[in-house]
């Protein structure tokens, strides 16, 4: 059987003067594009506006100009922000009133911009005259950018706004889950919440291990300590992942670059035929391969996405702007020359008008003179468009082999040495550079007292001392008196004179030596309020020598118990001090700790100083303590542990693996509590994927001219690759293919995402 390509010269060469007499453009020479239409992009969230000038063309979306983003507070601020972003884009937009909005997935309802925010962008576009054509939905045109690097890629995308947080879970391209939950101070918690749903509704099914973290509206360090928040968070039993999950960051302007090309590229997509229509017009040529190429390759990508857009508008005679399929009014880009009654748009105030990005239609081609020249002329383009497409297929079109390498995970627990003389890390000490850090804080605390003391008065009186002896007799001051168990002691010095001897007629008379003297008692107590006429004992003497009779009732003796300080609750209101300073020190370190510089915390105070209320044994109720505390502590950065991490997992590696190029996940926390006379230790655990190692060039050599199918299965059989897909380049060659290039220059090797 004689093959198409046996004919191809003749074909040519008959294609040549069949169209010849119709006088049709030559289709192999280039030409100029037409003009490229402006239409201005206004990226908004809750919170914030950004304006940017797109330059549409038949093959191509790009931003001329960009707004820096302004914040605003209300529906009025965000017309007069809106304006300022607009004044931003410089001359080039002064003549371009056709506006495409970018907006957040809160915004949406049933598909559609719900009514507050339709009020919203109403009155933006008719204080500044402008003519709204559609929408996109910013974590559509975020997933859609992404897919276009990452062909087949599986990931949770999670895009964070002032108040909502949108989580997207993608498996191998595909869009299978989207939900937007609020967001709290917790943000963690809150993609756990909408990651738990999934989860639940998928009855268990664990979710790809990778993180992929965006905003409009968060600056990037923001986004770097939502990053580790999500890489320390414990997310439990409810949400399980493939393995240990890794968190990437998209930068705020790579984001707003993303949304703006896809914004260009929906838009283009649905204008181009009025486009091409023009570039006809204009002398031009249809789109080169490369342009259907890309034309193509959008189709797919709104096909593979079609399970996550939401259902599209009733259909019109012309297409209509939107976010993958969902429009934002029919009439703003309803074609005057409908047969049907356009639907009114919910912006435009003024009549429906044309899009105005190339409405002209294809004029000057001369009719042939005989339906014979039609016929060959059809039957001419056809066969030489089918050997066109046959040699592009068979000698131009490119082949990607994407590999799934069969990944383990490699994990190590290491102690690291923090030490603040290192000047770089070193992986044979494992030793890393630290930072001293010192806070001088002051703290006030009480407790309340549990001493216990009798505290009152002694009883006082006066006492007659008797001196039976024949000589003076001196008591010093402190000479105790006693009653049964009380005593009583002088308050004074005393001389008793001796006693007088009288002889008489009948017999001796004695009279006794006597003096009044003042006595306190002993101890306090009412106990010592004695009666008058009370008979004491004076020190040891017998009754026959000293005695002594109170000559008046003792009164003031007085007894009751109180609380006091005591040395326990010296020590327990000194603990309630420390333990407060470290909790102010370890909080203060913890705030310190951002954008991979960690403060560890400590349970050690370098220096205190106190100053009570009150002396132990004084009466109180409170006692209160004014302590003053340094603390000191060591900071570390985590980019010192990476080179330690790798050295550690490297040894951990099976033969033919090596280090994904992913940085290690580290885990870490102190290992003894830092002091001035011990080393400081952390004790980490660092986890990574390993990937085997394959030659490239030999990949390509081993499938080089085989079948698809051949080729797959003998890459399979290799114990290091777990799945292969095959994607062609442009896309739609691939209906017309079934094997290999036969040039390894047209075989390119990658690694799926994971």
Same mark, same amino acid.
């Given at each position: 059987?004689?093959?198409?390509?046996?004919?191809?010269?003749?074909?040519?060469?008959?294609?040549?003067?069949?169209?010849?007499?119709?006088?049709?453009?030559?289709?192999?020479?280039?030409?100029?594009?037409?003009?490229?239409?402006?239409?201005?992009?206004?990226?908004?969230?809750?919170?914030?506006?950004?304006?940017?000038?797109?330059?549409?063309?038949?093959?191509?979306?790009?931003?001329?100009?960009?707004?820096?983003?302004?914040?605003?507070?209300?529906?009025?601020?965000?017309?007069?922000?809106?304006?300022?972003?607009?004044?931003?884009?410089?001359?080039?937009?002064?003549?371009?009133?056709?506006?495409?909005?970018?907006?957040?997935?809160?915004?949406?309802?049933?598909?559609?911009?719900?009514?507050?925010?339709?009020?919203?962008?109403?009155?933006?576009?008719?204080?500044?005259?402008?003519?709204?054509?559609?929408?996109?939905?910013?974590?559509?045109?975020?997933?859609?950018?992404?897919?276009?690097?990452?062909?087949?890629?599986?990931?949770?995308?999670?895009?964070?706004?002032?108040?909502?947080?949108?989580?997207?879970?993608?498996?191998?391209?595909?869009?299978?889950?989207?939900?937007?939950?609020?967001?709290?101070?917790?943000?963690?918690?809150?993609?756990?919440?909408?990651?738990?749903?999934?989860?639940?509704?998928?009855?268990?099914?664990?979710?790809?291990?990778?993180?992929?973290?965006?905003?409009?509206?968060?600056?990037?360090?923001?986004?770097?300590?939502?990053?580790?928040?999500?890489?320390?968070?414990?997310?439990?039993?409810?949400?399980?992942?493939?393995?240990?999950?890794?968190?990437?960051?998209?930068?705020?302007?790579?984001?707003?670059?993303?949304?703006?090309?896809?914004?260009?590229?929906?838009?283009?997509?649905?204008?181009?035929?009025?486009?091409?229509?023009?570039?006809?017009?204009?002398?031009?040529?249809?789109?080169?391969?490369?342009?259907?190429?890309?034309?193509?390759?959008?189709?797919?990508?709104?096909?593979?996405?079609?399970?996550?857009?939401?259902?599209?508008?009733?259909?019109?005679?012309?297409?209509?702007?939107?976010? #993958?399929?969902?429009?934002?009014?029919?009439?703003?880009?309803?074609?005057?020359?409908?047969?049907?009654?356009?639907?009114?748009?919910? #912006?435009?105030?003024?009549?429906?008008?044309?899009?105005?990005?190339?409405?002209?239609?294809?004029?000057?081609?001369?009719?042939?003179?005989?339906?014979? #020249?039609?016929?060959?002329?059809?039957?001419?383009?056809?066969?030489?468009?089918?050997?066109?497409?046959?040699?592009?297929?068979?000698?131009?079109?490119?082949?990607?082999?994407?590999?799934?390498?069969?990944?383990?995970?490699?994990?190590?627990?290491?102690?690291?040495?923090?030490?603040?003389?290192?000047?770089?890390?070193?992986?044979?000490?494992?030793?890393?550079?630290?930072?001293?850090?010192?806070?001088?804080?002051?703290?006030?605390?009480?407790?309340?007292?549990?001493?216990?003391?009798?505290?009152?008065?002694?009883?006082?009186?006066?006492?007659?001392?008797?001196?039976?002896?024949?000589?003076?007799?001196?008591?010093?001051?402190?000479?105790?008196?006693?009653?049964?168990?009380?005593?009583?002691?002088?308050?004074?010095?005393?001389?008793?004179?001796?006693?007088?001897?009288?002889?008489?007629?009948?017999?001796?008379?004695?009279? #006794?030596?006597?003096?009044?003297?003042?006595?306190?008692?002993?101890?306090?107590?009412?106990?010592?309020?004695?009666?008058?006429?009370?008979?004491?004992?004076?020190?040891?003497?017998?009754?026959?020598?000293?005695?002594?009779?109170?000559?008046?009732?003792?009164?003031?003796?007085?007894?009751?118990?109180?609380?006091?300080?005591?040395?326990?609750?010296?020590?327990?209101?000194?603990?309630?001090?420390?333990?407060?300073?470290?909790?102010?020190?370890?909080?203060?370190?913890?705030?310190?700790?951002?954008?991979?510089?960690?403060?560890?915390?400590?349970?050690?105070?370098?220096?205190?100083?106190?100053?009570?209320?009150?002396?132990?044994?004084?009466?109180?109720?409170?006692?209160?303590?004014?302590?003053?505390?340094?603390?000191?502590?060591?900071?570390?950065?985590?980019?010192?542990?990476?080179?330690?991490?790798?050295?550690?997992?490297?040894?951990?590696?099976?033969?033919?693996?090596?280090?994904?190029?992913?940085?290690?996940?580290?885990?870490?926390?102190?290992?003894?509590?830092?002091?001035?006379?011990?080393?400081?230790?952390?004790?980490?655990?660092?986890?990574?994927?390993?990937?085997?190692?394959?030659?490239?060039?030999?990949?390509?050599?081993?499938?080089?001219?085989?079948?698809?199918?051949?080729?797959?299965?003998?890459?399979?059989?290799?114990?290091?690759?777990?799945?292969?897909?095959?994607?062609?380049?442009?896309?739609?060659?691939?209906?017309?293919?079934?094997?290999?290039?036969?040039?390894?220059?047209?075989?390119?090797?990658?690694?799926?995402?994971?």
């Amino acid at each position: 059987m004689l093959r198409i390509m046996d004919f191809a010269p003749l074909v040519v060469v008959y294609c040549y003067f069949a169209i010849r007499p119709m006088d049709l453009t030559n289709l192999f020479t280039a030409q100029t594009e037409p003009p490229e239409q402006m239409v201005i992009c206004i990226i908004l969230t809750d919170t914030s506006v950004q304006a940017l000038l797109l330059a549409i063309s038949v093959s191509n979306a790009q931003v001329v100009s960009q707004s820096s983003v302004l914040t605003y507070t209300d529906a009025k601020n965000c017309v007069l922000k809106t304006d300022e972003a607009l004044q931003d884009l410089g001359s080039n937009s002064e003549q371009v009133n056709e506006v495409l909005f970018a907006v957040e997935d809160s915004w949406l309802e049933a598909g559609d911009v719900d009514a507050s925010h339709q009020n919203l962008l109403k009155e933006v576009s008719e204080n500044l005259s402008l003519k709204p054509i559609g929408f996109v939905v910013q974590s559509e045109a975020l997933f859609q950018q992404y897919l276009n690097i990452h062909t087949h890629f599986s990931a949770v995308m999670v895009l964070f706004s002032s108040a909502h947080i949108t989580v997207q879970v993608v498996r191998q391209g595909r869009l299978q889950y989207s939900t937007v939950v609020g967001r709290s101070k917790d943000s963690a918690s809150d993609v756990q919440e909408a990651l738990a749903r999934y989860v639940a509704a998928q009855e268990g099914e664990a979710l790809p291990a990778k993180i992929v973290c965006s905003s409009f509206v968060l600056a990037m360090t923001e986004l770097k300590q939502l990053q580790q928040a999500l890489l320390d968070f414990q997310w439990g039993d409810a949400v399980s992942f493939v393995q240990a999950p890794t968190i990437d960051v998209i930068d705020v302007k790579q984001a707003v670059q993303a949304v703006a090309y896809q914004a260009g590229q929906a838009l283009l997509a649905q204008i181009s035929p009025e486009m091409q229509a023009a570039a006809v017009d204009n002398s031009t040529v249809p789109q080169s391969s490369e342009a259907d190429e890309a034309t193509t390759q959008s189709a797919v990508s709104d096909e593979a996405s079609s399970d996550q857009v939401a259902p599209t508008s009733k259909s019109t005679s012309r297409a209509t702007a939107s976010s #993958f399929g969902v429009p934002i009014s029919d009439a703003a880009l309803a074609d005057s020359g409908d047969s049907e009654t356009a639907v009114e748009s919910e #912006f435009a105030t003024t009549k429906k008008s044309e899009l105005g990005l190339g409405s002209k239609r294809v004029t000057g081609v001369k009719k042939p003179s005989t339906k014979l #020249f039609v016929g060959i002329g059809i039957a001419a383009g056809i066969v030489a468009l089918i050997s066109v497409v046959f040699v592009y297929a068979s000698f131009l079109s490119q082949l990607t082999a994407v590999i799934s390498p069969k990944q383990i995970t490699v994990s190590k627990d290491i102690s690291i040495t923090l030490d603040p003389s290192a000047e770089e890390a070193d992986s044979s000490t494992n030793t890393i550079p630290a930072e001293t850090v010192t806070l001088e804080l002051t703290t006030t605390e009480e407790i309340e007292t549990t001493g216990i003391k009798i505290v009152g008065d002694q009883a006082k009186g006066t006492v007659i001392l008797y001196n039976k002896t024949e000589g003076d007799k001196q008591f010093p001051e402190g000479t105790v008196l006693s009653v049964d168990e009380l005593q009583f002691l002088l308050d004074e010095e005393v001389v008793v004179p001796a006693s007088e001897v009288e002889e008489r007629a009948s017999g001796r008379s004695i009279t #006794f030596g006597e003096q009044q003297v003042a006595v306190t008692a002993y101890q306090i107590g009412v106990e010592g309020n004695i009666g008058e006429e009370t008979e004491l004992t004076v020190e040891n003497f017998d009754d026959s020598t000293y005695s002594a009779v109170s000559n008046t009732a003792f009164t003031g003796g007085s007894s009751r118990e109180v609380r006091v300080v005591a040395e326990e609750d010296i020590a327990a209101v000194l603990e309630k001090a420390r333990q407060s300073l470290l909790a102010q020190a370890n909080q203060q370190f913890e705030e310190d700790s951002t954008a991979g510089r960690y403060v560890i915390t400590t349970e050690t105070i370098s220096a205190l100083n106190t100053q009570y209320s009150h002396e132990l044994e004084v009466e109180a109720d409170i006692l209160t303590v004014t302590a003053t505390g340094e603390i000191t502590t060591l900071a570390y950065n985590s980019s010192d542990l990476r080179p330690i991490a790798t050295a550690a997992l490297s040894s951990e590696l099976p033969e033919g693996y090596t280090i994904h190029d992913q940085e290690p996940q580290i885990m870490s926390a102190p290992a003894d509590n830092l002091t001035e006379e011990t080393e400081t230790i952390i004790e980490s655990q660092v986890t990574s994927q390993a990937v085997p190692r394959y030659d490239e060039a030999q990949l390509k050599t081993d499938i080089v001219g085989k079948s698809l199918e051949e080729a797959r299965e003998l890459l399979q059989r290799r114990e290091s690759i777990e799945k292969v897909v095959f994607v062609h380049h442009p896309t739609w060659v691939r209906p017309f293919v079934r094997s290999v290039p036969n040039s390894v220059t047209r075989i390119s090797v990658q690694q799926a995402e994971e």
